[in-house]
Antibody, heavy 116, light 107 residues
Framework: EVQLVESGGYLVQPGGSLRLSCAAS????????MNWVRQAPGKGLDWVSY????????YYADSVRGRFIISRDNAKNSLYLQMDSLRVEDTAVYYCAAGWRHFEYWGQGTLVTVSS | DIQMTQSPSTLSTSVGDRVTITCRASQSISSWLAWYQQKPGKAPKLLIYKASSLQSGVPSRFSGSGSGTEFTLIISSLHPDDFATYYC?????????FGQGTKVEIK
């Protein structure tokens, strides 16, 4: 059974940092491109970041470029998102999602709240 | 960036009805269009990819069509489990964008 389990979401003050993790199992993690997608409360879905299967290629949405860093450890079947200089508008459920042109597998999400 | 516009935003409908949701891209995306279903408090679920390919395990009452800038998701006969929000998503040159969503609710 495919599983993606996110963790690391928390309440943080504006300007603070968080590191999200996503643990994968049930599929060949090292063969899949991975992404982070977020959803603000009551809103739609927004793609955040992409990383290639090897980790050598990364892309970011304009809204997070320069503040967030995506990475992966294929030996640990894990995906990460380092989030710095957090803003109130970054408040959302963050999902990890596997796939390139479309997102085949999704985790259950982890809630990040940025508030003073 | 490519913008995706879904219509309608909300659809009030009944079990057994045929449902059609449209997604328009601001520029051509060939067939790189996917559809997802999301229920409250749950992660999205992939239904259709590459505009018309049915994801494994998804019931055949779901179908997708279109290319270029106009795409359609059809549910041939709505089941009780289908009341949810549906999103389209495009891929183009390492940029991904979702539509704003269509909520399918009980009339």
């Amino acid at each position: 059974e495919v599983q993606l389990v996110e963790s690391g979401g928390y309440l943080v003050q504006p300007g603070g940092s968080l590191r999200l993790s996503c643990a994968a199992s049930g599929f060949i993690f090292s063969s899949y491109e991975m992404n982070w997608v977020r959803q603000a409360p009551g809103k739609g879905l927004d793609w955040v970041s992409y990383i290639s299967s090897s980790g050598s290629t990364k892309y970011y949405a304009d809204s997070v470029r320069g503040r967030f860093i995506i990475s992966r450890d294929n030996a640990k079947n894990s995906l990460y998102l380092q989030m710095d200089s957090l803003r109130v508008e970054d408040t959302a459920v963050y999902y990890c999602a596997a796939g390139w042109r479309h997102f085949e597998y999704w985790g259950q999400g982890t809630l990040v709240t940025v508030s003073s | 960036d490519i913008q995706m516009t879904q219509s309608p935003s909300t659809l009030s409908t009944s079990v057994g009805d045929r449902v059609t949701i449209t997604c328009r891209a601001s520029q051509s995306i060939s067939s790189w269009l996917a559809w997802y279903q999301q229920k409250p408090g749950k992660a999205p679920k992939l239904l259709i990819y590459k505009a018309s390919s049915l994801q494994s395990g998804v019931p055949s009452r779901f179908s997708g069509s279109g290319s270029g800038t106009e795409f359609t998701l059809i549910i041939s006969s709505l089941h009780p489990d289908d009341f949810a929000t549906y999103y389209c998503q495009q891929y183009n040159s390492y940029s991904w964008t979702f539509g704003q969503g269509t909520k399918v609710e009980i009339k």
